[in-house]
């Protein structure tokens, strides 16, 4: 048999979709995945961009999320397909099984934890990246120069240094670590990286209200997630300046050596910005290394109207932020950026023989990627971000922020107007945390998921000052005064469902013997 036929049988030929090797003069090239006639699949790929306009353009026809029924669960269990199947039929697999159960944050309804809504410049700039597949650890070629510039803008939005030195990555999550691993070896000299941390010694500092991805970049960094004290919050849910210095202080008494001040620009749970020039003060001050975490803070800087409120960030060593929450980029892209790009380097850059860098040809180039971060393979996250800042313009991103918070205050003055409601923090920004008022915290819960399971809206939840509250996050670009409309009306229906249910329940309940 042939080693053309071996392929027939497997079911590489057949006629829809003629995904098979191609050919040359020197006969079919089995090994490649290209199809020998692109027609097929080309008007498939049309096909398939055509329904993810389609499916943008009509988002709010659909509910925001819906549960995943069991038996479409239970289909998710195959074993390891050995032979082909028609990638029509996969991509059937992919409109039945996968779009109709994602996540909702593409809907204008989904106010839930922080998501970005992306955009369709930025889709298309996906599709165009997994096109290109470039390695973005190193080298020298397009697509790390494009990734630099977008390093550059975030620079000039935070009002960090030209000669600052970032990376795209995949998340705040990361990008904190980054920033933890960096400011360590600042504090202790690269030796670190050889000898390790030791004991105990260093101690970092961020509010009760900084996300845990700060603590498991403590415990990731080999420092221990209890060697990040944990400050308390003022009434704003800012962090508490004098208990900053205290602890400070007293770790320092305790022959302890305080390196990192974590401030936190929009905090995940209430949207409130530490007095970021404060922190700055003190860290100069002590000497410290200023991290801030901006997850989505950040972007608000963006808008004229907002950047005062993160006055102080110019001042820090470093900043992690995310381009795909309010920046609308699709996930995931998140960013680092340090003042010192040498201190930065110093915390990663390791000299092997098969990555050596040369002045010429394409192994030139440096400082690469890898020398700023822990990944050597990367894709090219750089292009969505750089797609959607040119081609929409910073200004109009800044504009989306605005926007948001004008309706997250909406929504808190709706809150205050109704009694059945009752608004649980400040709003400083994009977050709103709210109780049903006759509710208990099970109630809050319910509530959240009876309007997730229904799809009317995706609401999350959060403890503020231990009672459980309804938390709306303004981030999406296409949420306007309407949504907030339907939502306020859904929690109040729902709620009140929810009180009639448990008193018709009680009734029967409470004539028990
Ligand atoms: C303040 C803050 N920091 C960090 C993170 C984590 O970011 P990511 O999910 O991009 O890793 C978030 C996520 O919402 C956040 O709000």
Not at 322 to 331: E, G, I, N, R, T
Not at 481 to 489: I, N, T
């Amino acid at each position: 048999m042939s080693i053309l036929s071996a392929v027939d049988m497997d079911g590489f030929l057949r006629p829809q979709c003629n995904i098979r090797g191609q050919e040359s003069d020197a006969g079919p090239n089995v090994s490649s995945l290209d199809p020998s006639d692109w027609s097929a699949l080309r008007s498939l790929g049309h096909r398939m961009l055509d329904d993810l306009f389609d499916d943008l353009a009509g988002i709010r026809e659909e509910p925001v999320w819906r549960p995943m029924p069991d038996a479409v669960r239970a289909a998710w269990n195959e074993s390891l397909p050995r032979t082909a199947t028609q990638i029509e039929d996969v991509y059937d697999l992919y409109r039945t099984q996968i779009v109709p159960y994602g996540v909702g944050n593409r809907h204008p309804q989904f106010l839930g934890w922080v998501h970005g809504g992306g955009n369709a410049v930025g889709m298309l700039a996906e599709m165009l990246a997994a096109g290109l597949n470039a390695n973005c650890g190193g080298r020298d070629h397009a697509p790390i120069v494009c990734e630099r510039q977008v390093i550059r803008w975030a620079a000039e939005m935070l009002g960090l240094p030209d000669a600052s030195s970032g990376l795209v990555l995949s998340g705040t999550s990361m990008a904190n670590f980054v920033a933890v691993l960096v400011a360590r070896s600042a504090a202790l000299g690269a030796g670190v990286r050889r000898t390790g941390v030791g004991q105990g010694q260093l101690t970092g500092y961020a509010s009760a209200g900084a996300h845990m991805c700060v603590a498991r970049a403590f415990d990731m960094a080999g420092l221990g997630a209890e060697a990040l004290r944990l400050i308390p919050c003022d009434a704003n849910n800012m962090i508490s300046l004098p208990d900053l210095r205290d602890r400070i202080a007293a770790d320092r008494s305790a022959g302890l050596r305080p390196f990192l001040v974590v401030g936190t620009a929009g905090s995940v749970d209430t949207g409130a910005i530490d007095d970021l020039s404060q922190i700055a003060e003190t860290c100069a001050n002590e000497q410290i290394w200023f991290h801030v975490d901006a997850a989505f803070g950040a972007i608000a800087m963006l808008s004229p109207k907002l950047r005062g409120l993160f006055t102080g960030m110019e001042r820090a060593d470093s900043v992690a932020f995310d381009f795909h929450k309010w920046a609308q980029v699709p996930y995931d892209a998140g960013c680092i950026v340090v003042r010192d790009s040498v201190a930065h380097r110093a915390a990663f850059a390791r000299e092997v023989s098969y990555l050596r860098r040369e002045t010429r040809g394409l192994a030139a180039g440096e400082p690469w990627p890898v020398d700023l971060g822990p990944e050597l393979s990367r894709g090219f996250r750089a292009l969505k971000v750089w797609m959607t800042l040119k081609t929409y313009g910073a200004d109009r991103i800044g504009e989306v922020t605005e926007r948001s918070c004008e309706l997250a205050r909406g929504l808190a003055a709706a809150i205050e107007a109704e009694p059945l409601l009752e608004l649980c923090a400040p709003v400083p920004l994009n977050v709103v945390c709210f109780r049903y008022r006759s509710g208990d915290d099970a109630m809050q819960t319910a509530i959240a998921a009876d309007m997730q399971e229904n799809g009317a809206a995706v609401l999350s939840t959060t403890i503020i000052r231990g009672r459980t509250v309804l938390r709306a996050a303004f981030v999406n670009h296409r949420t306007n005064q309407d949504d907030v409309d339907a939502v306020v009306g859904a929690v109040i229906s729902t709620g009140l469902a929810r009180t009639i249910q448990s008193a018709v329940c009680a009734e029967p309940c409470g004539n028990l013997p």
